[in-house]
């Protein structure tokens, strides 16, 4: 799938992968959880097709903290191999070529593009990621290397567990009080069902970034399941989708 916000854009190239049948995995692009590594390469090779042949694909090893990794160089890394991956869950660079990817099955994936720095980024915010305000960071990053404004920023929020089908308990719930809507009670005594996808939004809107530059996806990935990995509706599935964004 496509933002529409971001597809308006001729200066950036987007994706959000979604479940094939007829490819390998069901077209899983993770080397972290198990399946063969050839077969995922060779499923990462697909989207050469629509970034360009030009492209060096940044893959991290994500570890739901709060690192922002700036891509400096014109090298892939975490791409063929794990092994040279940086260890972070959130991606940003000014480098045109370079394509910043994010692996979910539930948790939020996050595009940014700032038209007037000419800065991307890419971010990873499961609930412990959005807790500690991993978008909001990756943002100040933005500013601090690119001198990046976020009434600039173009934000687009991608398919992830949506409040419909993700209940938590008290110990996560209580993080996210006072986030408008974001908490709702849960339909058994001591449960929540939490909208994680709206928590970043309105961190977003909180730091500047505009409501209309804002993209929110309403797919949850559990509802979903057909076109998106989903961990919790398919018990701890091992197939991730990406998605990723690239400066042309
Ligand atoms: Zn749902």
């Known amino acids: 799938m496509k933002f529409t916000l971001l597809d308006q854009c001729s200066a950036v190239r987007h994706l959000v992968s979604e479940k094939k049948s007829e490819v390998d995995c069901g077209f899983s692009l993770a080397l972290h959880t198990g399946e063969p590594r050839e077969k995922i ?8 097709d629509h970034f360009g042949t030009d492209s060096l694909f940044v ?41 910043l990817t994010i692996l979910t099955a539930d948790c939020v994936p996050i595009l940014l593009y700032d038209p007037i720095a000419g800065a991307i980024g890419a971010v990873h915010a499961g609930w412990k990621g959005t807790q500690t305000e991993i978008l909001p960071k990756t943002i100040a990053k933005m500013q601090e290397k690119y001198g990046s ?8 929020i991608g398919p992830a567990i949506g409040q419909c089908c993700y209940e938590v308990g008290e110990e996560v719930a209580r993080h996210f009080m006072d986030y408008m809507g974001a908490v709702l009670a849960g339909k058994v005594a001591g449960k929540y069902q939490l909208d994680l996808k709206r928590v970043n939004q309105l961190q977003a809107l909180e730091i500047g970034i505009n409501v209309e530059n804002i993209e929110v996806t309403p797919l949850c990935t559990s509802c979903a399941k ?13 197939g991730r989708f990406l998605s990723a964004i690239k400066l042309v």
């Open 226 to 238: 057909n076109r998106f990995f989903s961990y919790r509706a398919e018990q701890g599935c091992s």
């Open 149 to 156: 404004k976020p009434q600039n920023i173009l934000l687009a």
């Open 41 to 48: 390469v060779k499923n990462r090779t697909i989207l050469t």
């Open 59 to 99: 893959g991290i090893r994500q570890v739901h903290g709060d690192t922002v990794h700036a891509v400096t160089e014109t090298k892939e890394r975490g791409w063929a191999t794990l092994l040279d991956a940086v260890e972070a869950d959130a991606l940003i660079t000014d480098l045109p070529q370079m394509v």
